[in-house]
């Protein structure tokens, strides 16, 4: 998605991504009269990562930011920061704190129970596309293995659909798999109700939608192992 707007200099880094997306939309809705949610979008990547005793360890992600948020926060750390590097790694810092406090928007779950997310073992925030696009990742190693006889489920979402999170299509979740099992993943899409629909299309920018309405439109991703 490209969005054509005009990207008004940001006085300094911002703290969190939320913060940052609100600061960037507020340029987005000086030319739009587009009220409803979501107001930024991210294009997900994930793989899963499956040892040979047939157990689920690591779940790796891909985060592209959209151009609009990518353009400001860009323009913001050449600004701020000497050193463009150390710059993107401060910033990145500042997601992946903010991201903890709201379970990395991810949630994992088996037929039994929700699997602990637990602190990335690894992430970078960089660019791609000639530093036009901000990508973050994210590596999760799980505290406790889950056995992949169990079908999982992984979902991606900010709980008040302000960003929307998707798989452009299932060629975007990949499974590295060193056991004998086959693993299929589908990928399903959220299935919010007309009321559910409007609701978010009311909302404007400065609204915050109920707690659990990303839920809603939110894709779930299956993964069943034979």
């Known amino acids: 998605m490209v969005l054509k707007i005009s990207i008004p200099k940001p006085q300094s880094a911002y703290s969190n991504l939320k913060a940052v997306l609100v600061g960037a939309l507020l340029a987005f809705f000086a030319v739009s009269h587009a009220s409803a949610h979501p107001h930024a979008w991210v294009s997900l990547s994930t793989e899963f990562i499956i040892n040979d005793e047939a157990q689920l360890t690591e779940i790796r992600q891909r985060w592209l930011f959209d151009d609009m948020y990518s353009a400001l926060t860009i323009d913001g750390i050449y600004q701020e920061y000497p050193d463009f590097q150390a710059g993107l790694d401060t910033h990145g810092e500042s997601i992946v704190t ?6 990395y928007y ?3 779950q088996t037929t039994k129970n929700l699997v602990e997310i637990p602190k ?4 970078l925030l960089t660019t791609v596309n000639d530093r036009q696009q901000l990508v973050l990742e994210l590596h999760f190693t ?4 889950v056995d992949i006889s169990d ?14 999170m998707e798989h452009e299509t299932i060629e975007y979740v990949t499974i590295s798999n060193d056991s004998t099992s086959e693993c299929q ?8 109700s007309e009321e559910q629909i409007r609701y978010a299309a009311s909302l404007d920018k400065s609204q915050q939608a109920e707690n659990g309405l990303g839920k809603y439109f939110a894709q779930t991703v299956t993964v069943a192992c034979f």
């Open 98 to 103: 903010y991201l903890a406090s709201v379970n």
């Open 120 to 123: 990335p073992s690894h992430w």
């Open 151 to 164: 079908p999982f489920q992984w979902r991606v979402f900010d709980p008040t659909y302000y960003v929307s």
């Open 106 to 108: 991810s949630n994992l």
């Open 185 to 192: 993943p589908e990928l399903l899409q959220g299935d919010p």
């Open 142 to 145: 799980l505290s406790k293995p």
